[in-house]
């Protein structure tokens, strides 16, 4: 019996005794009638399919996002490592379980990156694009630095939304530079600072900080509108001018693109156009980054879903 092993690391054959990460759980009934468990166990170094046959446990969806404690048999299913599980119960407050130890985190150091959100932040020179920024930022501040930034697709992981956030900022710092002819630099970097602060109250987060479902405003809004309603209401409190707030609403109900993609308004100034572009690049180039990790060099992909084609990865010169 192995305890503990790291997800990535166990064989077929491996027993196992450990504490996991409990995603996807569906009570499902077999052919035979019978019920049984499906899920995903995971921890910091990848995941791994799980089945409990003849299911009677009250373990089920409504855990999703807790951790467990699981023994039993890592098999060989198609090719693909499944977990047969002979026991399974929820981790309890004496089994010291930590949660750094269980979610994926990004690869970032929290405190350095959000001293170069602020940093920016408290760089604005327009004083009600700055005002308005620092006030919903103080109001989300916490949930922002932890919180993932996707429930999957892209930084869907602990700091997934503070890593997402700060690496767009860099972006948009630079290139309202290079294009400052046509970009306020204040409203671009308002924007998108802003942008996808509303997921924050968008999903429903598991205890260990991780994505369980769309909250009920989440689904009915989504986080554009949620954002937009949030610039709306603080301006007029603020008394921030009429049209910043207007120009900011439009930022973030625009930087999806597209209505397909959850736009609420095509892009239709200079500093949206930019704020959806860079949001493409920093959420594209991490869907390469996860996407790639399990491809061996000269290889490619799978079908990736969110990029709708195959990825190739070259081979190391």
Known sequence: MIQNPNLAD????????????LSDATVRTS???????????????????LKMWDYSLAIGPENNGSAVRV??????????????VRQLRLAKEEDGVLA??????????????MAYVEKLLSGLQDADYR?????????RKEAFQTVPA?????HG???????HTANMLQTADFLADLYAEVINRDLLLAGTLLHDLAKTREFDFSPLGTVKDYSAEGRLLGHPVMGAQEVAAAAQELGVPQEKSVLLQHLLLSHHGEPEFGAAVLPMCAEAEL????DMIDSRMEIYAESLQDVPAGSFSEKIYALDKRIYKPRET
């Open 71 to 84: 023994r039993g048999q890592v098999l060989d299913y198609r090719g693909t490592k499944q977990l047969n």
């Open 275 to 278: 704020l959806h572009l860079i």
């Open 31 to 49: 052919a035979n009638g019978s019920r049984y468990l499906s899920a995903t166990l995971s921890d910091r170094s990848g995941s791994l399919d």
């Open 131 to 139: 005002k308005l920024a620092e006030t919903l930022f103080q109001r």
């Open 150 to 154: 996707a429930k999957s697709v892209h």
């Open 157 to 163: 992981f602990r700091n997934g939304l503070l890593m």
């Open 100 to 113: 750094e130890n269980l979610v994926p985190t990004a690869p970032i150091d929290q405190d350095e990156a």
């Open 10 to 21: 166990v064989r077929p054959g491996d027993e196992i005794d450990g504490f996991y990460l």
